[in-house]
């Protein structure tokens, strides 16, 4: 799916915190979001899903169904919902169940049956790495690395094709990160989904990344291809 951001602004008292005029993310791009703190990131991705209201513009996801190219406005319409996976923090998670019961209730709401919530979660086995299920502990319970692979393995149970993550690499171990980042790029070859993340750690958002959009004050004010992570020296020179 594709998406694009129209005439995007979002304020708070007098800071811009998103002022976006045009960006277009295409259909199976992988866009790295990066910045430092308070560039505006989180609230984009917000934005994104419905969670602030914009003062001005708005988000247009398209989908092709049979041929025909539908458009669907997040602000307006619950339909991007049923293509759209996210995790942005833990407020995303239900923390008063288990990992299991979390698991069990997005597979009642995506419509998957036991063996296939079964064969979903297999596919993250290394992921977890026999700390998360079977465990016999509540999701506010586990380590916040634990949560965190909760939400993201969540996010992706019903096989978006938008899959958005906040800053997916905080509290992992090294091996974590590495599992991540095999699991992203292999669920965009294979599905050819569009997935956006964002990252404060540059070496793991070049590596995953088909194109990075580098945000200051709100505003995209870099968009680089990445191929064969050519925009590692441009970003380097921005931040040091």
Same mark, same amino acid.
């Given at each position: 799916?594709? +998406?694009?951001?129209?005439?995007?602004?979002? $304020?708070?008292?007098?800071?811009?915190?998103?002022?976006?005029?045009?960006?277009?993310?295409?259909?199976?791009?992988?866009?790295?979001?990066?910045?430092?703190?308070?560039?505006?990131?989180?609230?984009?991705?917000?934005?994104?899903?419905?969670?602030?209201?914009?003062?001005?513009?708005?988000?247009?996801?398209?989908?092709?169904?049979?041929?025909?190219? $539908?458009?669907?406005?997040?602000? $307006?319409?619950?339909?991007?919902?049923?293509?759209?996976?996210?995790?942005?923090?833990?407020?995303?998670?239900?923390?008063?169940?288990?990992?299991?019961?979390?698991?069990?209730?997005?597979?009642?709401?995506?419509?998957?049956?036991?063996?296939?919530? $079964?064969?979903?979660?297999?596919?993250?086995?290394?992921?977890?790495?026999?700390? +998360?299920?079977?465990?016999?502990?509540?999701?506010?319970?586990?380590?916040?690395?634990?949560?965190?692979?909760?939400?993201?393995?969540?996010?992706?149970?019903?096989?978006?094709?938008?899959?958005?993550?906040?800053?997916?690499?905080?509290?992992?171990?090294?091996?974590?990160?590495?599992?991540?980042?095999?699991?992203?790029?292999?669920?965009?070859?294979?599905?050819?989904?569009?997935?956006?993340?964002?990252?404060?750690?540059?070496?793991?958002?070049?590596?995953?990344?088909?194109?990075?959009?580098?945000?200051?004050?709100?505003?995209?004010?870099?968009?680089?291809?990445?191929?064969?992570?050519?925009?590692?020296?441009?970003?380097?020179?921005?931040?040091?």
């Amino acid at each position: 799916m594709s +998406i694009a951001i129209n005439n995007l602004t979002k $304020t708070f008292g007098e800071k811009i915190a998103v002022d976006i005029q045009q960006f277009l993310i295409n259909d199976g791009d992988i866009i790295g979001l990066v910045g430092n703190n308070g560039a505006g990131k989180t609230t984009l991705f917000r934005l994104m899903l419905d969670l602030l209201k914009a003062d001005a513009g708005n988000v247009a996801m398209t989908t092709t169904i049979e041929g025909t190219a $539908t458009t669907i406005d997040p602000a $307006t319409s619950e339909e991007w919902k049923e293509f759209t996976g996210a995790f942005i923090n833990d407020g995303f998670l239900i923390d008063f169940l288990t990992p299991e019961e979390y698991f069990d209730f997005i597979a009642k709401v995506s419509l998957l049956d036991r063996s296939e919530l $079964t064969a979903r979660l297999n596919r993250f086995d290394a992921f977890m790495a026999g700390e +998360i299920v079977g465990q016999k502990r509540l999701i506010r319970d586990l380590s916040a690395g634990n949560q965190q692979k909760v939400g993201i393995i969540g996010a992706m149970l019903s096989n978006p094709r938008i899959l958005i993550l906040d800053e997916p690499f905080n509290f992992l171990d090294p091996s974590s990160q590495n599992i991540l980042k095999h699991i992203l790029r292999d669920y965009n070859h294979a599905t050819q989904a569009t997935i956006i993340v964002s990252s404060h750690n540059l070496s793991h958002t070049i590596e995953i990344s088909s194109r990075i959009a580098l945000m200051e004050n709100g505003h995209i004010i870099r968009d680089l291809d990445n191929t064969n992570m050519a925009a590692r020296t441009e970003l380097e020179n921005y931040f040091s």
